[in-house]
Nanobody
Framework: QVQVTESGGGLVQPGGSLRLSCSAS????????VSWFRQAPGKEREGVSC????????YYGDSVKGRFAVSRDSAKNTVYLQMDNLKPEDTAVYYC????????????????????WGQGTQVTVSS
Protein backbone atom coordinates (compact mmCIF):
# COMPACT_ATOMS: atom_id res chain seq x y z
CA GLN A 1 0.00 0.00 0.00
CA VAL A 2 1.25 3.47 -0.83
CA GLN A 3 1.45 6.19 1.78
CA VAL A 4 2.03 9.94 1.75
CA THR A 5 3.01 11.73 4.96
CA GLU A 6 3.29 15.46 5.70
CA SER A 7 5.36 16.95 8.49
CA GLY A 8 6.78 20.29 9.62
CA GLY A 9 3.69 22.19 10.68
CA GLY A 10 3.44 24.17 13.89
CA LEU A 11 2.80 27.54 15.48
CA VAL A 12 4.63 30.55 14.07
CA GLN A 13 4.33 34.32 14.43
CA PRO A 14 3.28 36.51 11.50
CA GLY A 15 6.26 37.11 9.25
CA GLY A 16 7.89 33.85 10.26
CA SER A 17 8.78 30.80 8.19
CA LEU A 18 8.11 27.08 8.11
CA ARG A 19 9.19 24.28 5.80
CA LEU A 20 6.75 21.44 5.24
CA SER A 21 7.84 18.01 4.02
CA CYS A 22 5.88 15.49 1.97
CA SER A 23 7.39 12.00 1.97
CA ALA A 24 6.16 8.93 0.10
CA SER A 25 6.52 5.22 0.74
CA UNK A 26 5.51 2.41 -1.58
CA UNK A 27 5.93 4.42 -4.77
CA UNK A 28 8.35 6.79 -6.45
CA UNK A 29 7.15 10.30 -5.79
CA UNK A 30 9.27 11.74 -8.61
CA UNK A 31 6.95 10.05 -11.12
CA UNK A 32 3.98 12.00 -9.78
CA UNK A 33 2.94 15.60 -9.80
CA VAL A 34 2.77 16.71 -6.17
CA SER A 35 0.56 19.50 -4.89
CA TRP A 36 -0.01 21.19 -1.58
CA PHE A 37 -3.55 22.05 -0.54
CA ARG A 38 -4.83 23.71 2.59
CA GLN A 39 -8.16 23.83 4.35
CA ALA A 40 -9.31 26.10 7.14
CA PRO A 41 -12.40 25.30 9.25
CA GLY A 42 -15.58 25.90 7.28
CA LYS A 43 -13.66 26.61 4.07
CA GLU A 44 -13.12 24.72 0.84
CA ARG A 45 -9.80 23.14 0.09
CA GLU A 46 -7.49 25.62 -1.61
CA GLY A 47 -4.63 24.82 -3.96
CA VAL A 48 -1.37 26.20 -2.58
CA SER A 49 1.32 24.92 -4.92
CA CYS A 50 2.18 22.16 -7.41
CA UNK A 51 5.36 20.70 -8.86
CA UNK A 52 4.95 18.70 -12.05
CA UNK A 53 6.19 15.17 -12.74
CA UNK A 54 7.49 15.86 -16.24
CA UNK A 55 9.88 18.75 -15.81
CA UNK A 56 9.43 20.21 -12.30
CA UNK A 57 7.34 23.11 -13.50
CA UNK A 58 5.84 24.84 -10.46
CA TYR A 59 2.51 26.55 -9.90
CA TYR A 60 1.27 28.70 -7.03
CA GLY A 61 -1.99 30.04 -5.79
CA ASP A 62 -2.36 33.79 -6.06
CA SER A 63 -2.39 34.29 -2.30
CA VAL A 64 1.05 32.69 -1.80
CA LYS A 65 2.98 33.82 -4.88
CA GLY A 66 6.30 35.32 -3.92
CA ARG A 67 6.15 33.85 -0.41
CA PHE A 68 6.07 30.05 -0.87
CA ALA A 69 8.36 27.76 -2.88
CA VAL A 70 7.92 24.07 -3.71
CA SER A 71 10.85 21.78 -4.53
CA ARG A 72 11.85 18.11 -4.81
CA ASP A 73 14.58 15.95 -3.36
CA SER A 74 14.08 12.77 -5.35
CA ALA A 75 16.88 10.93 -3.53
CA LYS A 76 14.82 11.27 -0.35
CA ASN A 77 11.49 10.66 -2.12
CA THR A 78 10.36 13.97 -0.66
CA VAL A 79 8.76 17.24 -1.76
CA TYR A 80 9.13 20.41 0.31
CA LEU A 81 7.08 23.55 0.72
CA GLN A 82 9.10 26.49 2.00
CA MET A 83 6.76 29.10 3.47
CA ASP A 84 8.12 32.57 4.19
CA ASN A 85 6.47 35.77 5.42
CA LEU A 86 3.58 33.82 6.85
CA LYS A 87 0.31 35.60 7.52
CA PRO A 88 -2.61 34.75 9.82
CA GLU A 89 -4.64 33.98 6.67
CA ASP A 90 -2.25 31.07 6.01
CA THR A 91 -3.56 29.23 9.07
CA ALA A 92 -4.96 25.88 7.93
CA VAL A 93 -4.36 22.17 7.75
CA TYR A 94 -1.92 21.58 4.90
CA TYR A 95 -2.17 18.43 2.79
CA CYS A 96 0.17 16.84 0.28
CA UNK A 97 -1.37 15.08 -2.73
CA UNK A 98 0.05 13.15 -5.69
CA UNK A 99 -1.36 12.37 -9.12
CA UNK A 100 -0.53 10.96 -12.55
CA UNK A 101 -0.58 12.19 -15.25
CA UNK A 102 0.81 15.57 -14.41
CA UNK A 103 -1.76 18.37 -14.30
CA UNK A 104 -1.45 21.65 -16.11
CA UNK A 105 -1.49 25.25 -15.01
CA UNK A 106 -5.26 25.29 -15.42
CA UNK A 107 -6.02 22.01 -13.60
CA UNK A 108 -3.50 21.50 -10.78
CA UNK A 109 -5.75 23.07 -8.15
CA UNK A 110 -8.63 20.62 -8.72
CA UNK A 111 -8.36 18.53 -5.57
CA UNK A 112 -10.72 15.77 -6.71
CA UNK A 113 -8.25 14.76 -9.43
CA UNK A 114 -5.55 13.54 -7.03
CA UNK A 115 -4.87 9.87 -6.27
CA UNK A 116 -3.00 9.92 -2.95
CA TRP A 117 -3.32 12.20 0.07
CA GLY A 118 -1.45 12.60 3.30
CA GLN A 119 -3.05 13.00 6.71
CA GLY A 120 -2.39 16.74 6.95
CA THR A 121 -0.24 18.93 9.16
CA GLN A 122 -1.51 21.95 11.08
CA VAL A 123 -0.02 25.38 10.42
CA THR A 124 -1.06 28.17 12.77
CA VAL A 125 0.12 31.75 12.26
CA SER A 126 -0.64 33.89 15.29
CA SER A 127 0.90 36.37 17.71
Amino acid sequence: QVQVTESGGGLVQPGGSLRLSCSASGFILALYAVSWFRQAPGKEREGVSCISSLDDITYYGDSVKGRFAVSRDSAKNTVYLQMDNLKPEDTAVYYCAAVVPSPTGSTWFRSNEYDYWGQGTQVTVSS
